[in-house]
């Protein structure tokens, strides 16, 4: 894994709870379908309009409220390469570095407008605005969430820890 | 000895040392985990797999039917079946069968114990808490890790304390004590963060109104919310609290990351206004707006607590728009059949329904339809929480619930109490 992620950014607001990512009339649903409803209890045309690559941008508390995982799977499927955010509800935050899914925190997003460039440089710490040229420092994606993530998810993480044990 | 706050103990004790510090990464040993309908078999099985399908220790995994049960349609159907199915092959000996909800079912059961670490695949678990438990939400997928390893990777929080000062007044219950701090100081404060509760108000408490504080940690955003055992709760827990040492308070000098102070005579019944649990007003400033339906339930709002409360306000008054009870467990409805809270209800017009979530989960049993206005004592208010996203969810206390359905209108309980 690169860690590099160069996409068109999607801009939302505070407090995005997993409720309105992937609306709970959905969570009966497999998880290989559930990318279908993305963003679906926010904005009804997000699912057709996003392409491959794409970066959610988003201020505080990003996905908060419920624990379901087909939130963060949903923005997967749908193409999402990472989420930017001020801060993330934690569970949202932990099962995105679970599935491999980068959720990265920096200061602040206000400035960054829907369809803005942005690149995500993990490995650099680093998130490149790259409309104004500006870069910010990434504020988390260390310790123990970063070997999660770079191992590409949890299951892969554990699978590795538990051979190494052996 | 470096002096640390309860969760810091509890989580020094699960990593296996002397001491740990906010920021801390450590591997701990998980005493409990737990999952439900949703978060479990049908999200976990595959992966299980994947480790050989071996569980860690089954004494110590919970599993409970409570979202999808009961079933609404064909799909939930196969969900409920699937999960018995799981459950019945590996004679899983902790699995509750549509009985209830699993984070009340952890109290009720005795399943979490003081100076533990609990590990739930739902956002909610926090609410056992409670029993002094450290007790933390992940998703379906880590909590498959922790049935394979019996081990979670944790960060270690650092903790602020809400002490809230005297007596609780008889107008209030616990729901506007965690509103006020969620009006006070929003519902980010404390991401990554744990709450401890504590003060007069909270020593006196019982366990269902402590399960209110710290199921809404999660609102406000923490790893954890925690309520150390003390008076007639820590009777109640006893036998498991004295087992093995384990911690029940934080030490006197521990450092805490903030402290507030609410003094309860300051508080005064209140709403959280939809889109947001933050967005909380007394329940004067809304008094008056008409309502199509009250809803009391979830794990939050549908303990026997509840009822009771909501039943001191519903004694030989009418409900004037439906009122709509779904119990948090069957043992709920025992005690309010026991105590003469379920024919105090009834006698008011309320329908009780199938212990469970309810319509929290936004599933069945009572969804909201466009632009319907709605009062609830139910976990979140969220778009599309519990049905349309335009429908209008405010969350109050069990006292302001029913006054409300009496009237119709958003009502403050004192005018009945």
């Not at chain 2, 979490?112 to 992940?138: F, K, N």
């Not at chain 2, 439906?322 to 026991?338: D, G, H, N």
């Given at each position: 894994?690169?860690?590099?992620?160069?996409?068109?950014?999607?801009?939302?607001?505070?407090?995005?709870?997993t409720?309105?990512?992937?609306?709970?009339a959905?969570?009966?649903?497999?998880?290989?379908?559930?990318?279908?409803?993305?963003?679906?209890?926010?904005?009804?045309?997000?699912?057709?309009?996003?392409?491959?690559?794409?970066?959610?941008?988003?201020?505080?508390?990003?996905?908060?409220?419920?624990?379901?995982?087909?939130?963060?799977?949903?923005?997967?499927?749908?193409?999402?390469?990472?989420?930017?955010?001020?801060?993330?509800?934690?569970?949202?935050?932990?099962?995105?570095?679970?599935?491999?899914?980068?959720?990265?925190?920096?200061?602040d997003?206000?400035?960054?407008?829907?369809?803005?460039?942005?690149?995500?440089?993990?490995?650099?710490?680093?998130?490149?605005?790259?409309?104004?040229?500006?870069?910010?420092?990434?504020?988390?994606?260390?310790?123990?969430?970063?070997?999660?993530?770079?191992?590409?998810?949890?299951?892969?993480?554990?699978?590795?820890?538990?051979?190494?044990?052996? | 000895?470096?002096?640390?706050?309860?969760?810091?103990?509890?989580?020094?004790?699960?990593?296996?040392?002397?001491?740990?510090?906010?920021?801390?990464?450590?591997?701990?040993?998980?005493?409990?985990?737990?999952?439900?309908?949703?978060s479990?078999?049908?999200?976990?099985?595959?992966?299980?797999?994947?480790?050989?399908g071996?569980?860690w220790?089954?004494?110590?995994?919970?599993?409970?039917?409570?979202?999808?049960?009961?079933?609404?349609?064909?799909?939930?159907?196969?969900?409920?079946?699937?999960?018995?199915?799981?459950?019945?092959?590996?004679?899983?000996?902790?699995?509750?069968?549509?009985?209830?909800?699993?984070?009340n079912?952890?109290?009720?059961?005795?399943?979490?114990?003081?100076?533990?670490?609990?590990?739930?695949?739902?956002?909610?678990?926090?609410?056992?808490?409670?029993?002094?438990?450290?007790?933390?939400?992940?998703?379906?997928?880590?909590?498959?890790?922790?049935?394979?390893?019996?081990?979670?990777?944790?960060?270690?929080?650092?903790?602020?304390?809400?002490?809230?000062?005297?007596?609780?007044?008889?107008?209030?219950?616990?729901?506007?004590?965690?509103?006020?701090?969620?009006?006070?100081l929003?519902?980010?404060?404390?991401?990554?963060?744990?709450?401890?509760?504590?003060?007069?108000?909270?020593?006196?408490?019982?366990?269902?109104?402590?399960?209110?504080?710290?199921?809404?940690?999660?609102?406000?955003?923490?790893?954890?919310?925690?309520?150390?055992?003390?008076?007639?709760?820590?009777?109640?827990?006893?036998?498991?609290?004295?087992?093995?040492?384990?911690?029940?308070?934080?030490?006197?000098?521990?450092?805490?990351?903030?402290?507030?102070?609410?003094?309860?005579?300051?508080?005064?019944?209140?709403?959280?206004?939809?889109?947001?649990?933050?967005?909380?007003?007394?329940?004067?400033?809304?008094?008056?707006?008409?309502?199509?339906?009250?809803?009391?339930?979830?794990?939050?709002?549908?303990?026997a607590?509840?009822?009771?409360?909501?039943?001191?306000?519903?004694?030989g008054?009418?409900?004037?728009?439906?009122?709509?009870?779904?119990?948090?467990?069957?043992?709920?409805?025992?005690?309010?059949?026991?105590?003469?809270?379920?024919?105090?209800?009834?006698?008011?017009?309320?329908?009780?329904?199938?212990?469970?979530?309810?319509?929290?989960?936004g599933?069945?049993?009572?969804?909201?339809?466009?632009?319907?206005?709605?009062?609830?004592?139910?976990?979140?208010?969220?778009?599309?929480?519990?049905?349309?996203?335009?429908?209008?969810?405010?969350?109050?206390?069990?006292l302001?619930?029913?006054?409300?359905?009496?009237?119709?209108?958003?009502?403050?309980?004192?005018?009945?109490?």
């Amino acid at each position: 894994m690169s860690g590099v992620y160069e996409g068109r950014a999607w801009v939302f607001g505070d407090h995005v709870s997993t409720d309105q990512i992937l609306p709970g009339a959905y969570l009966d649903r497999p998880m290989e379908e559930v990318g279908t409803y993305a963003m679906a209890g926010l904005d009804p045309t997000f699912r057709s309009r996003v392409q491959p690559g794409d970066i959610v941008v988003a201020g505080v508390n990003f996905g908060c409220g419920s624990s379901r995982e087909a939130a963060v799977m949903a923005l997967k499927q749908a193409g999402v390469a990472a989420v930017v955010a001020r801060s993330f509800g934690r569970i949202f935050f932990r099962n995105a570095i679970n599935n491999g899914f980068p959720a990265a925190i920096v200061a602040d997003t206000r400035a960054i407008r829907a369809g803005d460039r942005l690149r995500l440089d993990i490995p650099s710490r680093a998130l490149v605005h790259l409309r104004t040229g500006e870069t910010t420092p990434l504020l988390n994606l260390t310790g123990t969430s970063l070997e999660i993530l770079e191992a590409g998810g949890i299951v892969p993480f554990t699978l590795r820890r538990l051979g190494a044990a052996r | 000895m470096t002096a640390m706050t309860l969760t810091e103990k509890i989580i020094a004790r699960a990593a296996g040392r002397d001491a740990v510090r906010p920021g801390d990464e450590v591997w701990a040993a998980v005493d409990l985990a737990a999952m439900h309908d949703s978060s479990g078999p049908r999200r976990i099985a595959g992966i299980l797999e994947q480790f050989g399908g071996r569980l860690w220790d089954p004494q110590k995994i919970v599993l409970a039917i409570d979202h999808f049960a009961p079933a609404a349609n064909q799909r939930h159907a196969e969900i409920v079946k699937l999960t018995r199915d799981w459950a019945r092959a590996r004679a899983l000996p902790q699995f509750f069968d549509s009985v209830g909800v699993m984070h009340n079912l952890l109290l009720e059961e005795g399943l979490a114990h003081p100076g533990t670490l609990v590990v739930g695949a739902d956002s909610h678990t926090v609410t056992a808490g409670a029993a002094g438990a450290l007790a933390v939400g992940v998703g379906a997928t880590e909590l498959a890790t922790v049935l394979v390893t019996g081990q979670i990777w944790l960060r270690v929080p650092p903790t602020v304390r809400i002490h809230f000062e005297g007596p609780l007044p008889d107008y209030l219950t616990a729901r506007d004590m965690a509103m006020e701090v969620l009006r006070r100081l929003r519902a980010d404060f404390a991401i990554y963060k744990a709450v401890e509760f504590t003060g007069p108000a909270v020593e006196g408490l019982e366990l269902d109104e402590r399960a209110v504080l710290a199921n809404q940690a999660i609102e406000m955003g923490a790893k954890n919310g925690i309520v150390p055992p003390s008076g007639a709760v820590l009777e109640r827990l006893g036998p498991a609290a004295r087992a093995q040492g384990r911690p029940l308070a934080g030490d006197e000098s521990a450092a805490y990351d903030d402290e507030h102070r609410i003094a309860m005579a300051s508080v005064v019944p209140l709403v959280a206004v939809p889109p947001n649990v933050d967005n909380v007003v007394p329940v004067t400033a809304l008094a008056g707006l008409e309502l199509d339906r009250v809803y009391i339930g979830s794990c939050v709002g549908g303990k026997a607590a509840d009822l009771r409360a909501a039943a001191r306000v519903l004694r030989g008054r009418q409900a004037r728009v439906p009122l709509q009870i779904t119990p948090a467990t069957r043992r709920v409805v025992e005690e309010a059949l026991r105590d003469g809270t379920l024919e105090t209800l009834l006698a008011s017009g309320a329908i009780v329904q199938a212990p469970g979530c309810g319509a929290c989960a936004g599933l069945h049993s009572g969804l909201l339809g466009p632009r319907e206005r709605c009062l609830g004592t139910v976990t979140r208010n969220f778009p599309g929480r519990m049905g349309d996203p335009s429908a209008e969810l405010y969350l109050a206390s069990p006292l302001t619930a029913a006054a409300s359905a009496v009237t119709g209108r958003i009502t403050d309980p004192r005018e009945f109490l």
